[in-house]
């Protein structure tokens, strides 16, 4: 097995290319030959390696990348998807995000698994604030209801921390679509571009109004709430 070694190492070597730089042909020292020749043979060694690195992290990348976006990230995308028509349905149906209903709770768990996959593939520090912040209000909204003493707040902190996940949720959302759809000639250029820029404006516009009319709609209730506690207590 030795001598086999030494054969195929000799053949590599006298089919290598060697300058004469190299190697010093006018005055053979065979020490100096052998070290050249490891150092040779280590070089090539290690150019082949890299180079079938490069090819399989290039074969890997046109595998999983899409629209620019690695196979975690299609994971963190999808998981969030559903939350975007479970809130649409519950602020169509109810105003408000319910989560004490079963859109809801679907609407916590897509909410959650999309804000915690965010931290892995995040490449800005904008993107652990909005996680963070998802995260806080998503736990303030779902948990606020369950603990005593709040009264008719706690039902405001409810509606307004659950909007605003809806709203970090859409703005990274309409903003990655902008920018990365069609792949290749997204419609928007950079995150400076005007349509994005209006996108996120209209997106914030919607944000204040919804809030708004929520806010309004609670004292409402609020108001008829009082109103018909003491016909009914006077009723008993």
């Known amino acids: 097995m030795p001598l086999f070694l030494a054969t195929q190492s000799v053949q590599v070597w006298m089919s290598m290319p060697m300058p004469p730089s190299i190697i010093n ?12 020749l490891i150092r040779m043979l280590s070089a090539a060694s290690i150019d082949s390696h890299e180079d ?7 074969k890997d990348w046109k595998e999983t990348i899409m629209f620019g976006i690695s196979s975690l990230g299609w994971v963190h995308t999808l998981s969030s998807l559903p939350a975007i028509p479970l809130a649409i ?19 916590f768990i897509s909410m959650l698994i999309g804000a915690i996959t965010v931290f892995p ?3 800005q520090s904008v993107s652990y604030v909005i996680g963070t ?18 009264g008719r707040a706690g039902k405001y902190l409810e509606t307004i921390s ?14 990655e679509t902008l920018t990365r759809v069609p792949d290749g000639n ?10 994005l820029l209006g996108a996120q404006a209209a997106l914030f516009v919607i944000l204040i109004v919804g809030l708004t009319a929520q806010i309004i709609h609670l004292r409402r209730e609020g108001r008829v709430a009082l109103i018909e506690s003491p016909i009914e207590m006077s009723g008993e």
């Open 25 to 36: 042909v006018a005055d053979p020292n065979p020490s100096q030959v052998i070290t050249d």
């Open 52 to 58: 079938r690195t490069n090819t399989l992290v290039l």
């Open 89 to 107: 349905y519950m602020f169509a149906r109810y105003g408000r995000i319910v989560p004490r209903s079963r859109s809801g709770i679907f609407y």
């Open 121 to 123: 593939i995040a490449h």
């Open 133 to 150: 912040a998802t995260i806080l209000l998503l736990l303030t909204g779902y948990s606020i209801g369950r603990i005593g003493g709040f």
């Open 162 to 175: 659950l909007s605003l996940t809806a709203f970090l949720l859409m703005v990274p959302t309409v903003t």
């Open 186 to 195: 997204p419609i928007a250029a950079d995150v400076k571009s005007p349509i």
